[in-house]
């Protein structure tokens, strides 16, 4: 068995629910310090990001998930 | 204004984010051969670059302008008081039009911008105003924008150099490329976890050193139960999609709130009455 497939396999479906689970984690990973989090929504809370930005971010999980799962199947050898 | 809490709590986070950067340096070192020098002039040039960059597309994004003297007296006035309270220079004031109630801080001691929103203005009374002002000039006074820059700094170094250490010891094969982009990725999140919740923290500070500075936590508790009940508002009576999404994932739960940089509102209006 190839570990370091089956490696980007588990981390890839593991980064793939977060962002599913939690568009914003990922997105404020990213900007926070490069430019205000407080900027975009109201005073006194972390700015939302649009839903376009969050269904985005969705998809990439969602494809990293699928890219998750087809390299678990290549590293046991299923395909 | 000195606060023994905090800096315990940065000494942690610091040392933390340090051992992650000093790991990055040594792997960048073994990986390149580059030299000390060159690996911290880098560091130094990438935060810088942030630094400049960031100050700069936040305040051209919301269109904000220099605040006119004669036409806004009195929030010239206090935040006058309010930086001389605080010992720093009086910031670059600005307005803009940002539709909702907001206001935030960019750059650093001495060379700090304060940008307020027209909505804001027309929301509070100018006492509340005084104690949104406070809380945005103490972000200047304890470097807060300086320690998010550097804090993302950090972790962006340290996300690139996991990510190369990857593809480096691999086959180059597809797996590799995936699995370097999604390690880049969590290691990401991980170093910006410890960010996130050392900037929560100087939230609290900053809404104690504004307390401090206008002798009560009363009128920032206000202005922000104000905007929030605005907020509340707004969620109950539109309807459109937008609004909706804000309803369902608006109350942070897990995940989100580990990344949140701000605290709950109400723990910071209870800690300010307090």
Redesign the interface.
């Known amino acids: 068995m190839d570990y370091r497939t089956l490696l980007a396999a588990v981390l890839g479906v593991g980064l793939g629910a977060v962002l599913i689970a939690a568009p914003e984690a990922i997105l404020r990973a990213h900007t926070v310090g490069r430019v205000p989090g407080d900027r975009g929504g109201e005073y006194g809370s972390d700015g939302e990001p649009n839903e376009g930005i969050r269904r985005l971010v969705r998809v990439v999980g969602a494809a990293l998930v699928l890219a998750g799962l087809y390299f678990g199947a290549v590293a046991v050898g299923a395909v | 204004m000195r606060h023994p809490s905090l800096t315990a709590r940065m000494a942690v986070v610091g040392s933390i984010l340090f051992a992650f950067y000093a790991v990055a340096a040594v792997v960048a070192m073994g990986a390149f051969g580059a030299p000390l020098w060159l690996v911290l002039v880098g560091s130094v040039l990438f935060v810088g670059v942030?630094y400049k960059?960031?100050k700069w597309?936040?305040i051209r994004?919301?269109g904000a302008e220099d605040m006119p003297e004669g036409q806004y007296q009195e929030i010239h006035r206090q935040v006058e008081a309010l930086s001389e309270e605080m010992g720093i220079d009086k910031p670059r004031f600005m307005i803009a039009r940002?539709g909702?109630?907001?206001?935030?801080?960019?750059g650093r001691k001495g060379a700090g911008t304060v940008v307020v929103s027209r909505e804001?203005l027309a929301t509070l009374d100018a006492d509340e105003v005084e104690g949104?002002l406070a809380h945005e000039l103490a972000h200047i006074a304890n470097r807060d924008?300086v320690m998010?820059?550097?804090?993302?700094?950090i972790?962006s170094i340290v996300a690139i150099v996991a990510q190369w250490a990857v593809l480096l010891t691999?086959d180059n094969?597809i797996?590799?490329f995936?699995?370097a982009i999604?390690?880049g990725?969590?290691v990401?999140?991980l170093v910006?976890l410890f960010?996130?919740a050392i900037?929560r923290y100087r939230e609290y500070v900053a809404d104690s050193d504004a307390a401090g500075a206008i002798g009560s936590g009363e009128t920032l508790a206000r202005?922000?139960e104000k905007?929030?009940r605005?907020?509340e508002r707004a969620g109950e009576s539109a309807v459109d999609?937008?609004v909706n999404?804000?309803c369902i994932?608006?109350e942070?739960r897990?995940?989100?709130r580990?990344?949140?940089?701000?605290p709950p509102?109400e723990k910071?209006i209870e800690r300010l009455r307090s």
């Open positions: 942030q960059v960031g597309a936040a994004s919301v940002m909702v109630p907001n206001a935030f801080a960019v804001l949104v924008v998010m820059v550097l804090g993302q700094g972790a691999g094969e797996a590799d995936f699995l999604v390690v990725q969590l990401q999140m910006m960010v996130m900037s202005a922000l905007i929030s605005g907020n999609e937008q999404a804000l994932f608006g942070e897990g995940l989100a580990l990344f949140a940089t701000h509102m910071r």
